[in-house]
């Protein structure tokens, strides 16, 4: 791999555990203003301390996030579609290559559905993508399924989607965690993260989540609602971190997240500039 490539991806995948916590704040793309993402730097600013990696659009890097800060910026460069149409599958690339690299970001990121009306579509959309990574040392990223897509969340098709987007050459997939999740990643010769999906009932739910996607094999979470849309996200982000990058188990976690919930210094830590 070349040297520029490999330097990407270990601002967006930490050396040091192999791990990664990404904040998924790239909604807007097709959903618009989505609850508690209102306004971006407000919610992104006080997570960012602990974040690996942000992932947001050229828009919202551009005009809501410090050039200041090193978070490894995973940038959406897919969409066309929004939560209007029927069908959020018809996908377009809508960011140069030229644009990831002026802006400096570690990866970029595109969606592609399989087994829908736009299969072919977003897998050649994501075949030109990896074409010019490799030409700008620019890791990709496959995202397997959004929005309405999320039905389809079992191991056969989530592996079958995986596997496709390896096969076509990413760096890096994102996935949804599904029951039997060892068989998405066994079939998977590439990292995978887990996004979180909709926001679920209990953070031990979410801490469950990704306990179990990191002890079956994923390297990480690329994660946004379970965390922003949670009246405790700095408290749930340093939760998600422990498990992701110390081990920490589900009552560990919590431990965590009740102690930084109750703290009042959450306020200040908002404050943190880059
Ligand atoms: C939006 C995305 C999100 O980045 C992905 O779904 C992760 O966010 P969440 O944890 O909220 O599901 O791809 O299009």
């Known amino acids: 791999m070349d040297w520029g490539m490999q330097n990407r991806l270990s601002r967006m995948i930490k050396p040091a555990t192999g791990h990664s916590v990404m904040l998924a704040c790239d909604h807007g793309y097709f959903m618009g203003p989505t609850n508690k993402l209102e306004n971006p730097r407000k919610t992104i600013e ?57 802006l400096n970001v570690a990866c970029v990121a595109l969606s592609i559905f399989v087994g829908t009306s736009h299969e072919k579509q977003t897998l050649v959309n994501l075949s030109k993508l990896v074409d010019q990574g490799q030409e700008f040392a620019m890791p990709v990223m496959a995202i397997t399924a ?22 076509l050459g990413v760096q890096v997939v994102k996935t949804y965690y599904c029951e039997d999740f060892a068989r998405v990643v066994n079939g998977c010769p590439v990292p995978l993260v887990v996004a979180g999906g909709p926001k679920l009932n209990t953070e031990e739910d979410v801490f469950n989540l990704a306990h179990n996607a990191l002890n079956e094999g994923a390297v990480g979470v690329d994660m946004g ?26 009552r560990e976690a919590l431990q965590i997240f009740n102690e930084n919930k109750k703290n009042p210094s959450q306020r200040l830590e908002t404050q943190i500039q880059p």
């Open 46 to 102: 006080p997570l960012l301390p602990y974040a690996d990696t942000l992932a947001v659009t050229r828009g919202v890097l551009r005009t809501s996030v410090d050039p200041k800060w090193s978070t490894a910026i995973l940038l959406r460069v897919s969409g066309g579609s929004s939560i209007l149409m029927e069908d959020l599958s018809n996908e377009e690339i809508t960011t140069s290559m030229r644009d990831a690299v002026r």
């Open 225 to 250: 609602r379970n965390i922003w849309q949670n009246e405790n996200p700095v408290a749930m982000i340093k939760a998600i971190r422990a498990i992701v990058h110390e081990s920490a188990s589900v």
């Open 146 to 167: 959004v929005g309405k897509e999320l039905e389809k969340r079992d191991s056969r098709y989530l592996s079958l989607a995986c596997r496709l987007a390896a096969e």
